[in-house]
């Protein structure tokens, strides 16, 4: 009965919709000239792409010589699929970089598929020790495995691993920011909101910088840091000291009633943080937190800076092939097609997510 209600609600809201876009698009006649010339132009466009990408497109050539003038040659992103995806991991190694890249998206297939008792903790237990994994495989920690050099990694793999490690890391550490700059203790507060407002305010490429040249200033003779730790260290402090702001907003808004009631039955500091404001701020702020995410891996892209080859720096390097001269157009588009994939999937992972933890909140209430 409710949903034989509720379809005429839907018909009218559609021809609302249309009718409002038919005057909008169509009420006169200068205004149907516009739509019309947008839509030649958005198809003209929109050919002109297709044409080029797809039906004048070249898939198979030893070089750039043997591509087809006016369409794309992306016989060069297949003959550097390799380097595109591992960088200059050693080949016979190369299973152990395409582990790391698939262990975000079979935790991604089970965090889509139906909800399961205790999916939240498993899948925040796999997204905590993914990237210690991916780390161990790509390092070769693990016995019997051949050590490589963080020198020899690159492309997608590289990415993912700043992106997930510095991530991972910075969550717990913008917690604690979050609850350090809202505490009663000055000193605390003070320290904690120093900090936040010092790696808020700088560039992210100065950060990097500083990391280079000020960080072995400051080691002790003899002792070296990688480029890759420096990368991921710089990239920590930042995204931690945004995403502290994004949970203190989420702490904000819970009611100070349910503080003065957790004291009133005897919890005290972290008992009511860790199970009353933290699970409710947390689930308030998943979009900014998510959208923090997706900036981060955006964000790796800097990592160039420093000499490393992520996977926007491995396109120079690929086009310095003298058999490929000519082709960065098809390097920079296919790239920029993998961080529209990657980006889009972390967003709707994201939702994914939120309806999840909002149905399972709207069943509590309902038990």
Known sequence: MSSQAALPTVDITTRDHLRRLRQIRFGSAWQVTLTLAFVVVALWIGWRILDW???????????????????????????????????????????????????????????????????????????????????????????????????????????????STSFVASLPIAVLLALGRRSEMPVISGLCTMFIELWRGLPLVAILFLAVILLPLALPPGVTVGRFEM????????????????????????????????????????????????????????????????????????VMVVGLFDFINIVTAALSDPKWLGSPIEGYAFVALIYWIVCFCLSRWGQKIERNTAGARGLERAG
């Open 53 to 163: 990408a797809l039906v004048k497109a070249t898939w198979v050539a030893s070089d750039r010589a043997g591509c087809a003038a006016g369409g794309a040659c992306w016989a060069f992103v297949l003959a550097r699929m390799d380097q595109f995806m591992f960088g200059f991991y050693p080949a016979g190694e190369r299973w152990r970089p395409a582990t790391a890249l698939l262990l975000p998206l079979v935790l991604f297939l089970i965090a889509s598929i139906r909800p399961f008792p205790r999916q939240q903790a498993f899948v925040g237990l796999a997204l905590l020790t993914s990237p210690m994994i991916s780390l161990a495989l790509l390092a070769g920690w693990a016995p019997g495995m051949t050590a490589v050099g963080s020198d020899k990694w690159g492309g997608l793999s590289l990415t993912w691993m700043i992106a």
């Open 231 to 302: 990368a991921t260290t710089a990239l920590t402090v930042y995204t931690a000291a945004y995403l502290a702001e994004v949970v203190r907003g989420g702490l904000q808004a819970i009611p100070i009633g349910q503080i003065r009631a957790a004291r009133a039955i005897g919890f005290g500091y972290w008992r009511t943080q860790r199970y009353i404001l933290l699970p409710q701020a947390l689930g308030k702020v998943l979009p900014g937190v998510i959208n923090t995410a997706i900036a981060l891996v955006k964000d790796t892209s800097y």
